[in-house]
């Protein structure tokens, strides 16, 4: 999931975004976000949302020569041109790795390197953590260097595990002591169980406990700040670990109030581990990247105006990583801001409801939105817009919708209360009048 921002940052203030320089950087960026994923082995979910347009996060996962689950996630300091140039550099670093069998604390010993020469000069550094989960033994090794603390929450328990990082100084390329020719010394192993999830994020998750700890950058102050970020990320992750890892990750985010505020850049990828080993690479040699499973998706949310962003978010998201963008990825997001929008003034305004999202991708063919509500069932004559000739504010989202959808189905009975919604984009040729 990644934000559709519209702006970016200078340094030190907020710049519009001239046309030569937005859509095509910004196409950039968002291509750094890894997809979701999901097969008989592991789940990987996924969010990213840049606290400006651009950002300094950047995160990968990969199967390695050797057929382990690679992620590794790195912040640069800093927020928008500058920072995400960066990102962009480590981000090319990283990958590089996937042709190779990768060794958690050598990698730590090659970025050092690497930004010691990318960041020369610049005043800035950057964070960095590689986890190595090997589903055939069931372990988990990783380094990390003055990163958050690695969380694995494990099925049954009530508190989670966390495994900081093993070097102390403050960012990397800054250290020789990363040198070491192996880096062995700085890996730690971990056994796993199934039903095993871990999480690599950047701090800008802990911002619940940072942004009013008045503290700057360090003292036993931001420690406090640190560790009440940490216990509101754990709550909030037990209180959404019935959900599948993807919609975890998400609603993790927004429960802890950064869908629609925050002042830090937030990544996070999280993973569900299951038993069977991956596949390794044909021939034992290259990169074989996960095969893209079945573009579906849910989502369940309130039916508030507050969750009308997670909506947006949520949509947008599926569509980018589907590589449904432009105008047909902004009309479909508009129309289903529109039907929810419709649920929350009318369906269910009295009353206390839900709304399900569903999204299926069809590659080269259509999309189908079915959205569902509890709510109030509607009058089936007034489902056709307010009359076009008449001026006045509002009641025009049904006929936008229509105008952009090639199915518009409304279905009153198919539940005991509330109203099921069919929306059909065709992605090939131009959309006409929805039918009904």
Known sequence: MVAEPDRIAGEGTDVEIAPTLGEGTLTVQRSLVPEPYEDEDVAIGVCYLPARALGGDVGTYFVDRAGRLCLLVSDVTGHGLAAALLANRLYGEMRSLATEEVRPGATLARMGRFLGEAFAGTGRFATYCCARVCTAEMQLVYTASAHPPLLLLRRGDERARLYPSQRSYVGIGLDSGIDAPDGAE????VPLEPGDRLYLYTDGLLEPGLADCGCGDGGPARSSALHDGLKALERALLLERDRPIGEQVFRTVDRLGLCAHRRDDVLVIGVEVKRRKPAAAPDGG????????????SVRVEARARALPVIRDFARSFLEATGVRG????EVVLAVDEACSNIVRHACCHVAGTIDLSLEHEPNERLTIVIEDDGEKPVPEKLVGRPLDRLEAGGLGLHFIAQTMDLVAYDTG??????????????????GLGSR
């Open 186 to 189: 700085d890996e730690t192993a």
């Open 286 to 297: 290259g990169v074989r990247e996960p095969e893209k499973p079945p573009r579906r998706a």
């Open 327 to 330: 105008r047909t990825a902004n």
């Open 414 to 431: 198919a539940r005991e209360r509330g109203t099921r919604l069919t929306l059909r984009r065709d992605l090939q040729g131009t959309p």
